[in-house]
């Protein structure tokens, strides 16, 4: 039977190219709700499925983020929806939806794509380098004291989920857009996603709460949070799920923290997805109790090496010849001179040769040089090449996104 790999048309279609994905969560068919606010703010024509006598055998959509890279930010496709239906896998149907979302990005000038995996062994073929990690918590509460004694700023309050966002997306906007990683949300994002709170997501456990930090009359910080009671025996056995925390000031990351830390009744506090340099690490007495651990969160793709190279800052003055080998976009392939001048293609020696997908690694600041070289991710040509392309690549916090698309 005749394969057709195309966008969609419709929203319609769309709802047929998100079976495929579905079908892996268990479900016969997509859930009508989740569809039409997915249908917010994934457009149609960004959703490729492969065809099969008008039946969609296999999804794969491109969100269209602003994606914060050190120093600015820069249009990026977040990929999404990969599925490929049991009956039609390892045919090459991801292969060519990637190839049609990819180029879609080149033609359009959206220089970066970049995705969460469930697994990580499928996207290095198509260029994703592995761009930042993430922390998951679970902290037994009576062991929760910070190191040192403080006195709150400010009043915890919380607010309806209907009248949040005003108070809450001035914050992140705040912190996502010096956090590499993190993306503009539209409106839209915060009414569709972040804030809605739909009972398939809720799966059996407590509402999605919203507590707002409010310091001399402003919002400071806040946190959305689930609440998940139990008793073994008579004895508190629940916990808090936050699901985000984010905070204008130190101090107020601090206070936010704190109030989460110390709702009774809770055994436990946990979060799952966590900055690597989260300021709890250094904020506890105990940082060990965290029980914090690390996977691995963003892959990043370079479509464009001259668009997203200059799209962000560097370091230092001058600037670093790699070469750069992509077997998938081909149009990347070559010697590259990189620096706050400037992006170029160049005919000097290059001091670094890699993968695309190191250069992903590297993009976001995610992952030295050194560590790459350490790795075997990068062969250095030119003595010193590492060391001052460390020194010009680096973002001073880790990239991170606290939320998977
Ligand atoms: C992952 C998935 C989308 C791949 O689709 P597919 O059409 O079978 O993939 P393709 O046939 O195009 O394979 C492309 C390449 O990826 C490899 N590959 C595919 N699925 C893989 C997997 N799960 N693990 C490792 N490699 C995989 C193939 O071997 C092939 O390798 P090659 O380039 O060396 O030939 C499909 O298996 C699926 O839907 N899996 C379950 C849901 C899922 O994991 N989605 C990803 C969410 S991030």
Redesign the pocket.
Known sequence: MDIEVRPCASAQEVKLAIA??TN?FGRSAPNEELAERLLQVLPAPRVYAAWESGRAV?GLGAIPFQLTVPGGRVPAAGVTI?????T?????????M?RALLDAGHARGEPVAY?????G??YG?FGFGLASFIAEMDLARERSAFHAPFSNVGQVRLVPLGTAEELVAPIYERVAVETPGMFARSSVWWQARRLADPELLRRGVGDLQCAVLEHEGHPAAYALYRINPAFQQGIQTGSVAVIEAMAASPEATRGIWRYLLDIDWMARVKADLLPVDHPLLLLMAEPRRLDFTLKDGLWVRLVDVEIAMSARSYQAQGSVVIDVTDEFCPWNAGCWRVGSDGVERSDDAPGLRCDISALGSAYLGGFTWSQLARALRVQELRPGAIAQADIMFQAGRAPWCPEIF
């Open positions: 495929p994905i892996y296999g990969a599925g490929v239906l049991p039609h896998r390892r045919r090459g149907l991801l292969r060519s990637m995705l969460w995996a469930t697994e062994t499928i073929r």
